[in-house]
T-cell receptor
Framework: GAGVSQSPSNKVTEKGKDVELRCDPI?????LYWYRQRLGQGLEFLIY????????KSGLPSDRFSAERTGESVSTLTIQRTQQEDSAVYLC???????????FGSGTRLTVV | GIQVEQSPPDLILQEGANSTLRCNFS?????LQWFHQNPWGQLINLFY???GTKQNGRLSATTVATERYSLLYISSSQTTDSGVYFC????????????FGTGTRLTIIP
């Protein structure tokens, strides 16, 4: 597509439930990144995918967080047993190459009640 | 890890004014990008500028990698320039993530 697409745009969930967030990168972009932005804060790195290489998971805050990407296409970020501190905007970015310019999606605003 | 500091944290200007935003970083970088986050939360890539100078309309940026800083210049500010400006850097040390600064919040008053 023309840009990075994320869905859903908003998600309200009850504490303890699992959620799945989706990112559809720009076609041909080999690198894909997930970031988290808490209210009024900067961006925290979560995970990075590059082609078929093993992902860099060094930013995932706990084992409740996981992500997958099939080849150079869609990625899903899954949060199990959600907690209130997981409330944030989850942003996905893609890049045509490692170390290249990022294009961000519009994000998914997650609220855990 | 690398530290990224942005200044000033907040800036309020009249429409038409010029401004300079600064980004200092603590280590060598091979990737530096400037982003504008508008009031609706969308992040727009302004510049990919690991070194040198670039211009795009009223905006320009300069990165002096050897001295570990970058500057973003905004001329003839418009109300649509309001939002948060983030500097983000990437290093050579095997991890391709960008580390973001805490941002400069710019408010343009009509």
């Amino acid at each position: 597509g023309a840009g990075v697409s994320q869905s859903p745009s908003n998600k309200v969930t009850e504490k303890g439930k699992d959620v799945e967030l989706r990112c559809d990168p720009i076609s041909g972009h080999t690198a894909l990144y997930w970031y988290r932005q808490r209210l009024g804060q900067g961006l925290e790195f979560l995970i990075y995918f590059q082609g078929n290489s093993a992902p860099d998971k060094s930013g995932l805050p706990s084992d409740r967080f996981s992500a997958e990407r099939t080849g150079e296409s869609v990625s899903t970020l899954t949060i199990q047993r959600t907690q209130q501190e997981d409330s944030a905007v989850y942003l996905c970015a893609s890049s045509p190459r490692t170390g290249g310019p990022y294009t961000f999606g519009s994000g998914t605003r997650l609220t855990v009640v | 890890g690398i530290q990224v500091e942005q200044s000033p944290p907040d800036l309020i200007l009249q429409e038409g004014a010029n401004s300079t935003l600064r980004c200092n970083f603590s280590d060598s970088v091979n990737n530096l990008q400037w982003f504008h986050q508008n009031p609706w939360g969308q992040l727009i890539n302004l510049f990919y500028i690991p070194s040198g100078t670039k211009q795009n309309g009223r905006l320009s940026a300069t990165t002096v990698a050897t001295e570990r800083y970058s500057l973003l210049y905004i001329s003839s500010s418009q109300t649509t320039d309001s939002g948060v400006y983030f500097c983000a850097v990437g290093t050579n040390f095997g991890n391709e993530k960008l580390t973001f600064g805490t941002g400069t919040r710019l408010t343009i008053i009509p």
